[in-house]
């Protein structure tokens, strides 16, 4: 068994591609810490249930997920990278934590609020409700000490990390209790059209979401048209200058460079020398991803086989602790 920490996170393939927000926010952080931790990661499935999805754009979303993390970088070599409905301990254990959540825990989850509130109560599933318990069982599951996620997940890592201990001091102590791996800088992009809004595929207008699958002119464009002020200065100043700190973040991001490097790198240029800068980053650091998940996806028997070992891998560990779980809470074993 490895003596290295565990970490585990996960994604919804809700999308045809994921954005800019997920990459920054989540999968660059995963892909740096598969060398030094034990890393789990899966693609969520049953949590984007929760979104009706039309079953044969979901297959292949489903499909086009794996594709995009191996061309962003996770190696499924290194970590072990496996579909959350494949490993049914998953829904088990959620259950488990569904009778320890209280009504009223539960109720008070932000994600559950808004999108109920977004859509009424009555075309509000059930299933959105009980979403974070599903999420703590996914992270449980793999005893994780930390979880890399953007900003938005945090309430829900809060509330794996009650439910750890409540179990732990209920019946026994089973559960590793988790950290966020949440960073300063990337942990929320916001929409290039609205500054102050986290960047999102339920935004009522794509044009200010890059989404890494998209054609490079297209994310040329919607960098280039986003909303900035009425200054002229490229600096960071979050309240007053949203949207230049919004690109200016992305920029140093993805080419490594701190914000003040970042500002120095456009010190006496306009907005607009500024935005053909950040476009070009962009664009470039995607061309080639684009490419290789278009590659993978040409070959979905060699995706399915790491799948299937993503499988056995994660359900040897998923079953263990289930089966304590289980037997903590005096579950009899089928004979
Ligand atoms: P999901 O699929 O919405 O998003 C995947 C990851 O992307 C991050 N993210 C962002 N980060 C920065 N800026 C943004 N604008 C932005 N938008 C999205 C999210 O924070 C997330 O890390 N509930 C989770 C999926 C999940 C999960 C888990 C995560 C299910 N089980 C277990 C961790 C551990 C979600 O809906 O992520």
């Avoid at 278009?294 to 399915?304: C, K, M």
């Amino acid at each position: 068994m490895s003596t290295k920490d565990r970490v585990l996170s996960g994604i919804q393939p809700t999308h045809d591609s994921f954005h800019l927000g997920n990459y920054l926010g989540a999968v660059k952080q995963w892909v740096e810490l598969q060398d030094s931790h034990d890393a789990f990661y899966c693609v969520v499935d049953l949590h984007a249930l929760t979104t009706s999805p039309d079953p044969t754009k979901f297959r292949k979303q489903t499909l086009a997920s794996v594709a995009q993390l191996i061309a962003l970088g996770l190696d499924p070599e290194q970590c072990t990278l496996f579909i959350q409905s494949h490993v049914p301990a998953h829904n088990q254990l959620a259950w488990v934590m569904e009778c320890l959540a209280g009504f009223g825990e539960a109720s008070r989850m932000t994600q559950f609020k808004d999108k109920s509130a977004k859509s009424g109560a009555d075309r509000t599933v059930v299933g959105l409700f009980t979403y974070p318990m599903l999420m703590a069982a996914d992270i449980l599951l793999y005893q994780a000490h930390q979880v890399p996620v953007g900003e938005d997940q945090r309430q829900h890592i809060e509330l794996t990390r009650d439910l750890a201990q409540r179990f732990n001091t209920t019946y026994k102590e089973i559960f590793t209790i988790p950290s966020g791996y949440i960073l300063k800088a990337g942990a929320k992009i916001y929409d290039l059209q609205d500054p102050t809004s986290k960047m999102s595929k339920s935004a009522e207008s794509p044009n200010g979401i890059i989404d890494l699958m998209d054609a490079p002119e297209i994310n040329t464009k919607k960098i280039k048209s986003a909303v900035t002020d009425t200054e002229r200065e490229v600096k960071f100043d979050e309240k007053n200058k949203a949207g230049i700190s919004n690109l200016l973040t992305i920029y140093g991001a993805l080419t490594n460079k701190s914000i003040a490097e970042s500002e120095k790198d456009f010190e006496g240029k306009g907005y607009g020398d500024f935005k053909t800068g950040v476009a070009e980053v962009v664009v470039e650091f995607f061309r080639p991803i684009r490419a290789k998940a278009l590659e993978l996806l040409e070959d979905p028997t060699h995706l399915n086989k790491i799948l299937k070992i993503g499988a056995e891998k994660a359900g040897a560990v998923a079953e263990k602790t289930l089966k304590d779980t289980y037997d903590a809470m005096g579950i009899i074993p089928r004979a």
